[in-house]
Structures are given as structure tokens and as C-alpha cells.
């Protein structure tokens, strides 16, 4: 391995080079990533074992890289210089593969996806969890903030050149409402740190990163070859599925029973058919990549949890649409909660799955009698509702878990809508909950709630009109749900199985 600081228009940029102990050229892999390349050594010699020219670098302001950290700002320009390096060192055979996972993955895509930069981009794409941008990775589609998720990764890594993983877990050790103080953007104040960037992440929602959905927005125009990699419990799972469906190239859709973390971060429906060998597949894929001998198209495999089997994505025969109304005659009983109150003070929290059994109800809580018989929920799934607030502002979350025959609560879904109608004016929505891939056993129940918060993951709604994360008051909002008008909307029947590897590198 060699390392070098490779300059680019502002800045000079760490890089680490690991190439294959055979004779030249060779393909290239790149991975730009603000997590530390020496945390990518071994990665790096497993692709150059393979024949890879294994190319790492630190980002922009990032460990051994100099210049300023704006996260998400210079990354498709300082991708394109780095790829117009690669492919004039006297090593490389002019062909090269971005990869990356989280943020290391939105940097091989705007290396791809980039027009306005010079100079051709990478000749495929990995993308594993990707954070698509600030935009996607701070709020949810219907733009209620992911609070937890972002004060973590922004108290790890913004605003400085290295990072310190455990500053938000010693921040809450230290003060365990450290979340609850208002206003949400005097975070940094209460960190005890500068944190600049905090604020404008929220002001405009995307910091210096673009518009929403900019990236999937540009990628029908994409002609490399695409392998997205995600996990079923990933945060970040939808836009993985959205950004393989909006491909204009060749691309390939794994999504396992993993977290962010993926493999390492196995869920509890985990089987050991599930288990891949993630790095050998990419290598195996990124082989194909370049030679051209992927098919043309999409194609896909998506592991059911609790099973040992993997289903492509997509209309199947063998599915079929299940519509589970509110009510007892259809399975799906109103258990208590029917008129509720959403109230800040006590929020439903996100970080645990049990209800309370007494005091005034903070949720509806519907619950189905026992399955008969195993279900396989694969595909779209979502929630109709019929309700009402008394408030100007509302956030609707709908949780749904599985009871299982032993009495174990696991996660299931989770979806949100965030809706501004009339006070006291009933109103119909449906709530998205993501695609399920799961095997549910007989025995099971589906208990399904409908809140008004999901705290700390999500920031709390002050139910006022004011931004949730500006807002220094709080106040509390009657629910009232109409059972007649809603219904519990699922996919059932996998449809043929498919194995893995052959479906990515076909």
C-alpha cells in the first residue's frame, strides 16, 4: 500500500493505493469516504487480491485530507478529479468501480449521476445503504424529522475532521432529556461544541446538498451498470428500492434482514439461508460490471424474513392484495384507543414496543386475533385512516408489530404522514409502510398502532404549525380514529424464489 495526497482544485486529498501483486493494468475500485480510510485496509486488500487496483481516499476536510468538511457538498467534484487520476496512472486499464456504503455510497453515485463535472465517471456503481443526500437522510418522505438518527451522525461527524462515535450516548448519559430541550436547533449549544451546520441542515432540509430526491431524479439518465445493496431495517431502505427502480442502466437490487450495518447487523428473522458473503459477491458482480455480460434491466432478490428463501421484486401471480378493514368482523378489532390524546409531554416513544394497559390512552391500538395459518407478507404495504385532530398541525404514525406465539413484540413497519386540515374536520389519508418481506407464523398476531409521535427517532410534533425543530412550545393534540373508515393494506404470496448471486450477477 502507498499513499499520497492527491490534489484537487482547493484541497489535497489522502489517498491510498493497494494493487494486486500481478503484472499491470488493472481495473480500479474507488471508495471516498469520511469515515477514515484506514478503516477500508482490509477491504482494500481483498480487492487487490482479486485483481483490483484498490483506491481509498478521505474526503474533503476529513482525517488526512485537507480543505473544508461540508458534508455532501464537493463530493462529485472531488470524485470526478480523483477518477480522472485513476485512469491516467500507468496501472490502470481505464476501467473503474465506485463503491461505497451510507455516505461512502452517495459519493459513487454522484461521481456517476453528476453531469456538470468534466471527465467520464465510473464505468459501474456500488451503492450499499446509500444516504442518498441530506434531504432524504434528515426527513422522511412526508418531511417529519428524523431527530435520533441525525443529532447522532451530526455529534459523531459534522463540523470537524475526524469522528467521536459515542458523543451523543455521553451527551444522553450526561443529560438523558438532552433531546427534549427546546428548540431542537440549540443542539450544538447544549453538546457543548461548535456544530454550524446543524442549523442549516434543517433550515432549507438538504444544507449544501441539493433538493430531495436529486439523485433518483437523475438516475433514469444512467447508463453503467448499478448494484444497490440494502437492508430491510435500514432506515434508508426505501430510497435503496427507489433508486434501483429509477435506474437507466443495468441494475441490481439485494435487500437482506439486515440493519445499516447489513451483514454485521443481522435482524432477529435472519435464517442461515440469508448469510452472504457480501464482499465476494461484489467482486464477483463488479467482474461482470466491466465486462459487460450483466443483462440489461432490473432484477432483484429481497430475503423473506423468517425463511430460508430470497424473492425477486416485482408483480407476481402467486401475490395478492389483502385489505384488512378496522373492525372485528374483518379481523382487525379496535383493542382500546379509539379517542386519544397526542400530547408532547408524553410521547409514544420509539425506543421500545410495549403499551401501556392503563390511563388515558396515548394511542389506538387495533389487534388481530391469531393467525390460523403461516402468511408471507411480500410487497407494498400502508394503512388507510379516517380520523381527526384538534389541531392545526398533525403527524400520524402507524406502527405495526408482530405478537409472536410466545409473546415476543418484533417490528414489523413503521410509516408517517404529516398533515395540516382543518382542526376538528375528519380526514382520510393513507400512511405508507415500506415493502415487507416476512413470514409470519401461525399462532401470530399483527397489533397495529396509531399515534401521534415516535420519539426520539422522530422529532416531536409542537402541533401548533410551527417547525418542529425551531418550535419552543408545545401543545397537545385530541385524536379521534373512525374504525369504519379504515384498513390495514398488505401484500401476501412471495412468488418464485430465486438464488441471490445468480439474479446480481446475471
Known amino acids: 500500500m502507498s499513499t499520497c495526497l492527491l490534489p484537487v482544485p482547493g484541497a489535497r486529498l489522502a489517498t491510498d493505493l493497494t494493487l494486486p501483486g500481478t503484472r499491470p493494468p488493472y481495473p480500479a475500485v474507488l471508495v471516498r469516504t469520511p469515515y477514515g480510510r484506514q478503516n477500508h485496509r482490509a477491504e482494500a486488500r481483498a480487492w487487490a487480491a482479486r485483481g483490483f487496483a484498490a483506491v481509498v481516499q478521505d474526503v474533503r476536510g476529513r482525517y488526512g485530507s485537507e480543505g473544508e468538511w461540508r458534508p455532501y457538498r464537493h463530493e462529485a467534484a472531488d470524485g470526478a478529479a480523483t477518477l480522472r487520476w485513476v485512469r491516467a496512472q500507468p496501472w490502470s486499464d481505464g476501467t473503474a468501480v465506485a463503491a461505497g456504503a451510507s455516505y461512502a455510497a452517495h459519493c459513487a453515485l454522484v461521481a456517476a449521476l453528476e453531469p456538470e463535472h468534466t471527465g467520464p465517471g465510473p464505468d459501474a456503481v456500488i451503492a450499499a445503504v446509500p444516504a442518498l443526500g441530506p434531504a432524504e437522510t434528515a426527513r422522511e418522505p412526508s418531511g417529519v424529522e428524523r431527530l435520533l438518527g ?240 384538534d389541531t392545526p398541525a398533525a403527524d400520524w404514525f402507524v406502527r405495526l408489530t408482530v405478537l409472536t406465539p410466545d409473546g415476543r413484540a418484533q417490528p414489523l413497519a413503521l410509516g408517517v404522514a404529516r398533515r395540516t386540515d382543518p382542526p376538528g374536520r375528519p380526514a382520510g389519508l393513507t400512511v405508507p409502510l415500506g415493502h415487507l418481506a416476512r413470514r409470519i407464523a401461525p399462532g401470530s398476531r399483527l397489533r397495529l398502532e396509531i399515534s401521534g409521535h415516535h420519539f426520539p427517532a422522530h422529532a416531536r410534533n409542537p402541533h401548533t404549525g410551527e417547525d418542529p425543530m425551531t418550535a419552543t412550545r408545545l401543545a397537545p393534540s385530541r385524536r379521534v380514529l373512525d374504525p369504519a373508515g379504515g384498513a390495514l393494506l398488505l401484500t401476501a404470496g412471495p412468488g418464485r424464489r430465486v438464488d441471490p448471486v445468480q439474479e446480481m450477477c446475471a
Do not use: C, K, M, Y
Open 150 to 389: 441525525r443529532a447522532g451522525w451530526w455529534a459523531a461527524h459534522g463540523d470537524r475532521p475526524d469522528s467521536d462515535p459515542a458523543a451523543l450516548d455521553r451527551a444522553l448519559a450526561a443529560d438523558p432529556r438532552l433531546l427534549e430541550h427546546l428548540p431542537l436547533t440549540g443542539l450544538p449549544d447544549r453538546l457543548g461544541r461548535e456544530l454550524p451546520s446543524w442549523r442549516g441542515l434543517w433550515e432549507d432540509g438538504r444544507e449544501d446538498g441539493g433538493p430531495r430526491d436529486r439523485l433518483v431524479g437523475r438516475a433514469p439518465a444512467a447508463r453503467v451498470p448499478l448494484l444497490a445493496i440494502g437492508g430491510a431495517r435500514d432506515p434508508f431502505a426505501a430510497d435503496t428500492l427507489r433508486l434501483w427502480r429509477a435506474w437507466g442502466g443495468p441494475a441490481r437490487l439485494l435487500i437482506g434482514p439486515w440493519g445499516h450495518g447489513l451483514t454485521a447487523e443481522p435482524a432477529p428473522d435472519a435464517r442461515p439461508g440469508h448469510r452472504l458473503n457480501l464482499g465476494a459477491l461484489q467482486v464477483r458482480w463488479a467482474r461482470a460490471a466491466l465486462a459487460g455480460a450483466l443483462a440489461p434491466g432490473r432484477r432483484s432478490a429481497l430475503a423473506l424474513g423468517d425463511s430460508e428463501h430470497w424473492h425477486p421484486v416485482g408483480r407476481s401471480r402467486s401475490r395478492t392484495r389483502l385489505s384488512r378493514p378496522f373492525g372485528p368482523a374483518h379481523g382487525l378489532p379496535l383493542h382500546h384507543g379509539g379517542d386519544f390524546l397526542a400530547d408532547p409531554a408524553r410521547p409514544v416513544r420509539s425506543d421500545g414496543l410495549s403499551v401501556p394497559a392503563d390511563g388515558e390512552p396515548d394511542r389506538a391500538l387495533l389487534l388481530s386475533a391469531p393467525l390460523p395459518r403461516p402468511l408471507d407478507l411480500f410487497g407494498p404495504a400502508g394503512a388507510r385512516l379516517r380520523a381527526t385532530a
